[in-house]
């Protein structure tokens, strides 16, 4: 049964600081790996998506990498912003469907 | 091109009440998945139609259940409400063609059982 698991739970960090958020999940035969984000009581945004073959995906300031071997994923943040402000979320799919496994999220405030 | 849409954003209902959810999956997208968030908590999976079939189910008891219509939308129903199901409902399309597989969500239905 795949779990993933974040840490940290929360996380306080000053505006222009460079940040990680880790994700880690125990069945590493999966599809792909998404990180979402989620703002106070809305709907999920796609971040990145990782396919099983791949090592890392950039947009913009946000880079996520991969090991499937390790059963981990990190979210790397540059130059973090107050808007950056929110839950990011990290999702598991082992069987190319839609039915994705999450962890409980990372809750991030940026101090201005 | 609109996103996701979901009815209502927000509903308050009171024990064994009956609910009835609404999803619009983006123009072109066959498949619909539905997931509950309690607070605090990560989505977890309900219920995923592809071509108005239903192509998986999660843990949740028989009170769940879902549709899809021929239009792709689809509807998520509880019968029997507790005070448990109060949670954010959200809905996801895909069009499970490209293979990247990039869910899509709405903005969720608030549900509130008092």
């Known amino acids: 049964k795949q779990e993933v698991t974040q840490i940290p739970a929360a996380l306080s960090v000053p505006e222009g600081e460079n940040l990680v958020l880790n994700c880690s999940f125990t069945?590493?035969?999966?599809?792909?790996l998404q990180w979402f984000r989620q703002d106070p009581g809305k709907g999920l945004t796609s971040l990145l998506l990782?396919?099983?073959?791949?090592r890392e995906q950039t947009s913009g300031r946000l880079n996520a990498s991969l090991d499937k071997s390790s059963g981990r994923s990190t979210l790397y943040i540059a130059a973090s912003q107050p808007g950056d402000s929110a839950t990011y979320l990290c999702?598991?799919?082992?069987?190319?469907?839609?039915?994705?496994?999450f962890g409980k999220g990372t809750r991030l405030h940026i101090l201005p | 091109d609109a996103g996701v849409t979901q009815s209502p954003t927000h509903l308050i209902k009171t024990r064994g009440q009956q609910v009835t959810l609404r999803c619009s999956p983006i123009s072109g997208h066959k498949s619909v998945s539905w997931y509950q968030q309690v607070l605090g908590q990560g989505p977890q999976f309900i219920f995923q139609?592809?071509?108005?079939?239903?192509?998986g189910r999660g843990n949740f008891p028989d009170r769940f259940s879902a549709r899809q219509f021929p239009n792709y939308s689809s509807e998520l129903n509880v019968n029997a409400l507790l005070l448990g199901d109060s949670a954010l409902y959200l809905c996801a399309s895909t069009d499970r063609v490209t293979g990247a597989n990039v869910l899509t969500f709405g903005a969720g239905s608030r549900l509130t059982v008092l």
């Open positions: 999702a598991v799919d082992n069987n190319r469907d839609d039915k994705i496994i």
């Open positions: 990782i396919q099983s073959s791949q």
């Open positions: 139609y592809y071509e108005k079939e239903e192509r």
């Open positions: 069945d590493s035969a999966i599809y792909n």
